[in-house]
C-alpha cells in the first residue's frame, strides 16, 4: 500500500500568501511575454449582468459537483484533501477573498485569454489548454486524481469561454469556484492556530 500523502512540510500563512502572489505574477508575465511575441487576439472581458450570472452560475454548479466527486471518488477525495490542506489550513478568513481573486484573474487570463485563442477557439484548444491548466494543480506524484479534476474543471472554464466569447463567465466562475470552496472548507475543518 503506497503512502498517497506527499512528504512535503506545512506552510506559513505567509508562505501560501507569497506563494499565491508569485504565482499570479508569473502568470502574467507569460501571458504578456506570450502576447508580445505571437499575433494572439486575447478573449474580451465584457460586463453585462447575464455574463455575470452566467459565471455565478457555472462556479456554483463547480462547487457542488466537486462535492458530489468529493465523497464518491476516494482519489480525488486524498488528493483534494492534501492539497487544501497545504494550501488552506494556514489561511484566514479575509486570506480567501485573495484565494479567489489571484488564481481566478491570473490563471484564466493565461489559459483561456490568451492559451486558448493561441491554440485556436476549437476543441483541439479546449482541450490542450484544460490540460495545461490540469497539470498546473499538480502537487505531487499521487495527486494525479487532482489533476484530472482540475482538467475536467478547466473544460468547463474553457467551453464557457468559447461558448460566449466573453472571458468574464469563466474569470467569475473560477473566482467563487475558489471562494466558495476554500470558505466551505475552512468552516468544516477545525480551527488550529
Known amino acids: ?46 460586463w453585462s449582468p447575464q455574463e455575470l450570472l452566467l459565471g455565478a452560475g457555472i462556479g456554483l454548479g463547480i462547487t457542488a459537483a466537486s462535492s458530489v466527486v468529493y465523497r464518491l471518488w476516494p482519489a480525488y477525495r486524498r488528493s483534494a484533501d492534501f492539497y487544501l490542506t497545504l494550501v488552506l489550513k494556514p489561511l ?14 491570473s490563471e484564466e487570463l493565461l489559459f483561456r485569454g490568451v492559451m486558448l485563442p493561441a491554440i485556436g477557439l476549437n476543441v483541439t484548444g479546449l482541450i490542450l489548454s484544460s490540460i495545461c491548466f490540469g497539470v498546473l494543480h499538480l502537487s505531487g506524484n499521487n495527486q494525479w486524481s487532482y489533476v484530472v479534476w482540475a482538467t475536467a474543471v478547466g473544460l468547463v472554464f474553457g ?7 466573453n472571458l468574464l463567465v469563466p474569470i467569475v466562475a473560477h473566482i467563487l469556484t475558489n471562494f466558495i470552496s476554500s470558505l466551505i472548507w475552512k468552516l468544516k475543518e477545525p480551527q488550529t492556530t
Not at 506563494?19 to 511575454?33: D, E, R, Y
Not at 484566514?92 to 484573474?105: A, M, N, S
Not at 467551453?159 to 466569447?165: D, Q
Open 1 to 46: 500500500m503506497s503512502n498517497d500523502k506527499p512528504d512535503i512540510e506545512p506552510l506559513s500563512r505567509m508562505q501560501v500568501l507569497i506563494a499565491m502572489g508569485v504565482t499570479a505574477v508569473l502568470l502574467l508575465i507569460v501571458a504578456k511575454v506570450w502576447l508580445r511575441f505571437d499575433s494572439v487576439v486575447i478573449l474580451p472581458v465584457q
Open 92 to 105: 484566514v478568513f479575509p486570506d480567501l477573498i485573495w484565494l479567489g481573486l489571484l488564481p481566478g484573474l
Open 159 to 165: 467551453y464557457s469561454a468559447l461558448a460566449t466569447g
